[in-house]
């Protein structure tokens, strides 16, 4: 079975951090480039982050370019989002999903392969 699993989340006080790992199975990771997204209560999915199939480019968000970082180990098979100084605004569930090209395209909806997501909150 061909799947993404993220994991990683939690419930974090702002300024906190948190890193999301998203695991392939089934499939092998390096020849996708991956994207992460998030999707608040009420507001449309957001791309957040993305990292082409090396890893030698990555494309962020205005509002996480300089918080969020994304890497990847393809031998692990495992592309990773370290959050950190963590705001309110923040919270939602993230997803990681698998894009069929070189470089990636931050808002890419098109993807075949999507994780189940996992749950980010931070509050106080």
């Known amino acids: 079975q061909l799947q993404l699993v993220e994991s990683g989340g939690g419930l974090v006080q702002p300024g906190g951090s948190l890193r999301l790992s998203c695991a392939a199975s089934?499939?092998?990771?390096?020849?996708?480039?991956i994207g992460w997204f998030r999707q608040a209560p009420g507001k449309e999915r957001e791309g957040v982050a993305c990292?082409?199939?090396?890893?030698?480019?990555?494309k962020y968000a205005d509002s996480v370019k300089g918080r969020f970082t994304i890497s990847r180990d393809n031998a692990k098979n495992t592309v990773y989002l370290q959050m950190n100084s963590l705001k309110p605004e923040d919270t939602a569930i993230y997803y990681c999903?698998?894009?069929?090209?070189?470089?990636?395209?931050?808002?890419?909806?098109?993807?075949?392969?999507w994780g189940q997501g996992t749950q980010v909150t931070v509050s106080s």
């Open positions: 999903a698998a894009q069929p090209f070189y470089f990636c395209v931050l808002n890419y909806a098109g993807s075949d392969y």
């Open positions: 089934g499939f092998t990771l390096d020849y996708y480039a």
């Open positions: 990292i082409n199939r090396s890893g030698g480019s990555t």
